[in-house]
């Protein structure tokens, strides 16, 4: 099993940022993708960012694209989704996930099969 505990949300102004930390524990000697998704009040998950084992490799949402990047340490099992020049219609409940059935990245969210408790991020305006 591959505990997340998400970390880094809070309250920013438009345009401001943010980074957030995914800690992972357990069983992280095995290779896995790591993403991470969002939810706001009355709307679906919705995927942000993903990327690969090694690091090499990303994709991400037309809706975050130039603005946020996905980063990963796997020496210290950590993950990162750097925000930048954020937009209220960033506000949302942030969870990040890890895919072990495959070591590229994925956006479906069913093909995650760990997830953190999420954390909040706030952008006012």
């Known amino acids: 099993q591959v505990q997340l505990v998400e970390s880094g949300g809070g309250l920013v102004q438009v345009g401001g940022s943010l980074r957030l930390s995914c800690a992972a524990s357990?069983?992280?000697?095995?290779?896995?993708?790591m993403g991470w998704f969002r939810q706001a009040p009355g709307k679906e998950r919705e995927f942000v960012a993903t990327?690969?084992?090694?690091?090499?490799?990303?994709y991400y949402a037309d809706s975050v694209k130039g603005r946020f990047t996905i980063s990963r340490d796997n020496a210290k099992n950590t993950g990162y989704l750097q925000m930048n020049s954020l937009k209220p219609e960033d506000t949302a409940v942030y969870y990040c996930?890890?895919?072990?059935?495959?070591?590229?990245?994925?956006?479906?969210?069913?093909?995650?099969?760990?997830w953190g408790q999420g954390t909040q991020v706030t952008v006012s305006s």
């Open positions: 990327i690969d084992w090694s690091g090499s490799s990303t």
């Open positions: 357990g069983r992280t000697h095995s290779s896995y993708a």
């Open positions: 996930a890890a895919d072990t059935g495959t070591s590229g990245w994925s956006t479906i969210p069913l093909r995650y099969d760990y």
